[in-house]
């Protein structure tokens, strides 16, 4: 997760190690700020993205224990208390149209339901039927990549 956030942030990263590359050129203790911002602010930083994403509803969901079934409208996902005292989250209807991209993988599809990570949802193969997931692949084929049909 962390790669794929620095992927798409690299600038974040870049642009203080170049100015403090720049200010080092003219001032050597600048060589102890480009230590502290590698070795203080960055992981802090970090940090900080991971709770985020961690602790995002998407995420929340994802971990959550659930039954997800398949119908014209999409996949119906109902949540399971974790245990008798806990109210379940509210159960959801995944339209096949909010599905942005779809991967398939040896045990799992995934499906990518928003342009954050965390807006994925992964369902392991040998959660459905073979007619449920032929019916899955009818409703998301133009989703995969050229490489997965």
């Known amino acids: 997760m962390v ?6 942030h690299w600038w974040l990263v870049v642009t203080p190690l170049i100015a403090v590359a720049i200010w080092s050129a003219f001032d050597p203790r600048a060589i102890f700020v480009g230590v502290a911002v590698i070795f203080i602010i960055y992981p802090m930083a970090m940090t900080i993205v991971w709770f985020n994403y ?3 509803p998407y995420s929340i969901r994802a971990i959550s224990k659930k039954t997800v079934s398949v119908s014209e409208k999409g996949l ?32 799992s599809l995934h ?11 992964v369902l392991p193969a040998e959660a459905f039927s073979d007619q449920a997931w032929s019916f899955i692949i009818k409703h998301i084929a133009d989703k995969l990549p050229s490489y997965d049909i």
């Open 76 to 107: 119906t996902i109902e949540y399971i208390p974790l245990s008798d005292g806990h109210q379940p989250l509210p159960g959801e209807t995944i339209c096949w149209d909010a599905v942005l991209a779809a991967e398939l993988t040896g045990d």
């Open 111 to 121: 499906l990518v339901l928003g342009h954050k990570m965390d807006q994925k949802m």
């Open 3 to 8: 790669r794929a956030w620095l992927f798409g």
């Open 54 to 56: 961690a602790m995002s």
